[in-house]
């Protein structure tokens, strides 16, 4: 297995921005040193982007076990035990796809990856580090079953870019709602502004955030997906139904004159 690469930014001076302008994340980073565990992105330079999106594709929506047994299958499909070239992935028949383990949608998704790294659509790894965040975005969500949240870990765990902020990411999420003392977790939308504090930093910010939940007491975890009820809330609920019980109570009344 090949060694990480170095960062192409220094992760101390991420630290140090961060730790100024962010009271509650310096305290959160101070808690994770405490803890002997330093920032790192273990970042592997032997694969290309079509690779690293192939394996990205297999891990989709099921368990981390299941997939490393599917991608394994996939990566042994090429000449020698290797991964498959976009051409020789191609040539591999949809049935025999199918049998190591990929949904019919997937499939669609890694021919539709073979087929776009050769067009040039998919870049090569020189390509991509030449490109911006946004424009590597743009690209790769073409390519289907490509979606935002993985280009983004794309450039965090392959290409190592500092200021990427994984909205959608649930981890990210959960842990802005601990550290923050939330009890909701929050909108993209609200998660989005209020990075923008962590800039130039804010990949460096999202690994704190999933530091947060590892560090969070049991009922520290506990956040709902959407925010509490309030008692107005819950009032006006209440008198949403005694209006449409009123309402029902009378349609039923006049049907019933209506019929006598």
Same mark, same amino acid.
Not at 2 to 29: G, M, N, W, Y
Not at 115 to 124: A, L, M, N
Not at 137 to 154: H, N
């Given at each position: 297995?090949?060694?990480?690469?170095?960062?192409?930014?220094?992760?101390?001076?991420?630290?140090?921005?961060?730790?100024?302008?962010?009271?509650?994340?310096?305290?959160?980073?101070?808690?994770?040193?405490?803890?002997?565990?330093?920032?790192?992105?273990?970042?592997?330079?032997?694969?290309?982007?079509?690779?690293?999106?192939?394996?990205?594709?297999?891990?989709?929506?099921?368990? %981390? *076990?299941? &997939?490393?047994?599917?991608?394994?299958?996939? $990566? +042994?499909? #090429?000449?020698?035990? !290797?991964?498959?070239?976009?051409?020789?992935?191609?040539?591999?028949?949809?049935?025999?796809?199918?049998?190591?383990?990929?949904?019919?949608?997937?499939?669609?998704?890694?021919?539709?990856?073979?087929?776009?790294?050769?067009?040039?659509?998919?870049?090569?790894?020189?390509?991509?580090?030449?490109?911006?965040?946004?424009?590597?975005?743009?690209?790769?969500?073409?390519?289907?079953?490509?979606?935002?949240?993985?280009?983004?870990?794309?450039?965090?765990?392959?290409?190592?870019?500092?200021?990427?902020?994984?909205?959608?990411?649930?981890?990210?999420?959960?842990?802005?709602?601990?550290?923050? %003392? *939330?009890? &909701?977790?929050?909108?993209?939308?609200?998660? $989005? +502004?209020? #990075?923008?504090?962590? !800039?130039?930093?804010?990949?460096?910010?999202?690994?704190?955030?999933?530091?947060?939940?590892?560090?969070?007491?049991?009922?520290?975890?506990?956040?709902?997906?959407?925010?509490?009820?309030?008692?107005?809330?819950?009032?006006?609920?209440?008198?949403?139904?005694?209006?449409?019980?009123?309402?029902?109570?009378?349609?039923?009344?006049?049907?019933?004159?209506?019929?006598?």
């Amino acid at each position: 297995m090949a060694e990480p690469s170095p960062l192409p930014f220094d992760h101390r001076e991420a630290i140090a921005h961060l730790s100024k302008v962010d009271r509650r994340l310096a305290r959160l980073i101070e808690k994770t040193l405490a803890k002997s565990v330093e920032f790192r992105l273990n970042i592997e330079e032997r694969e290309t982007p079509y690779e690293s999106l192939l394996e990205a594709i297999a891990y989709q929506s099921i368990s %981390g *076990k299941a &997939a490393k047994v599917i991608f394994g299958r996939i $990566a +042994a499909m #090429g000449a020698n035990g !290797r991964c498959p070239t976009p051409q020789e992935l191609l040539r591999v028949r949809k049935p025999a796809l199918r049998k190591a383990g990929l949904s019919f949608a997937k499939i669609a998704a890694v021919r539709d990856l073979a087929q776009k790294t050769i067009e040039g659509v998919v870049p090569t790894l020189d390509e991509a580090h030449a490109m911006s965040d946004q424009e590597l975005v743009d690209r790769l969500i073409s390519v289907r079953g490509i979606g935002a949240w993985t280009v983004e870990m794309f450039l965090i765990f392959r290409l190592g870019r500092p200021d990427v902020l994984p909205i959608h990411d649930y981890g990210v999420q959960k842990g802005f709602a601990i550290t923050y %003392g *939330k009890k &909701a977790i929050p909108k993209p939308r609200e998660l $989005a +502004a209020f #990075g923008e504090r962590w !800039r130039p930093f804010r990949t460096v910010a999202s690994w704190y955030m999933w530091r947060a939940i590892e560090h969070a007491s049991k009922s520290a975890r506990k956040i709902t997906k959407s925010p509490p009820q309030t008692k107005k809330t819950q009032a006006k609920k209440k008198g949403t139904k005694k209006k449409a019980k009123k309402k029902k109570a009378k349609k039923s009344s006049v049907s019933r004159r209506a019929q006598a």
